[in-house]
C-alpha cells in the first residue's frame, strides 16, 4: 500500500505560480510512474503531467513550457512546480502514484486532492 498526501493548493492570481508536493509514504519502492492530474469545473478529469522511475517527463500541451513535474527520491515527493498560471487552470490536482504500471496488476493510488484556484 501507498499512501499519498498532497499540498501546495491555494488561490493565486494569473500569471502567478505555486508549487504542489505529493509526499508518499508506505511501499514507495514499488511505485514505477507518478503523474499529476486534475479536474476542472464541468469538466473530464485529465492527466496534466508524469514521470516514471527513470526520470522521462512529460506533460499536455497546454501547460508545456509552465508546469513542471520532479521527483526527489530521497523525501519520497513529486512536485508540480506552475508558473504563469492562466484561469483555466483552476482544478482540483490530484496525485496518482502507480505501482506496475505495465502490468496486467497495474495499481493507482490516488491522493486527496488539492484545490489550486486562479482568480483575480
Known amino acids: 500500500q501507498v499512501q499519498l498526501v498532497e499540498s501546495g493548493g491555494g488561490l493565486v492570481q494569473p500569471g502567478g505560480s505555486l508549487r504542489l508536493s505529493c509526499a508518499a509514504s508506505?511501499?514507495?519502492?514499488?511505485?514505477d510512474f507518478w503523474a499529476w492530474h486534475r479536474r476542472a469545473p464541468g469538466k473530464r478529469r485529465e492527466i496534466v503531467?508524469?514521470?516514471?522511475?527513470?526520470?522521462?517527463?512529460n506533460s499536455i500541451d497546454s501547460v508545456k513550457g509552465r508546469f513542471t513535474i520532479s521527483r526527489d527520491n530521497a523525501k519520497n515527493t513529486v512536485y508540480l512546480q506552475m508558473n504563469s498560471l492562466k484561469l483555466e487552470d483552476t482544478a482540483v490536482y490530484y496525485c496518482?502514484?502507480?505501482?506496475?504500471?505495465?502490468?496486467?496488476?497495474?495499481?493507482?493510488?490516488w491522493g486527496q486532492g488539492t484545490q489550486v484556484t486562479v482568480s483575480s
Open positions: 496518482v502514484a502507480v505501482e506496475g504500471y505495465s502490468s496486467p496488476s497495474r495499481r493507482n493510488y
Open positions: 508506505g511501499s514507495v519502492f514499488r511505485i
Open positions: 503531467a508524469a514521470i516514471t522511475s527513470d526520470g522521462s517527463t
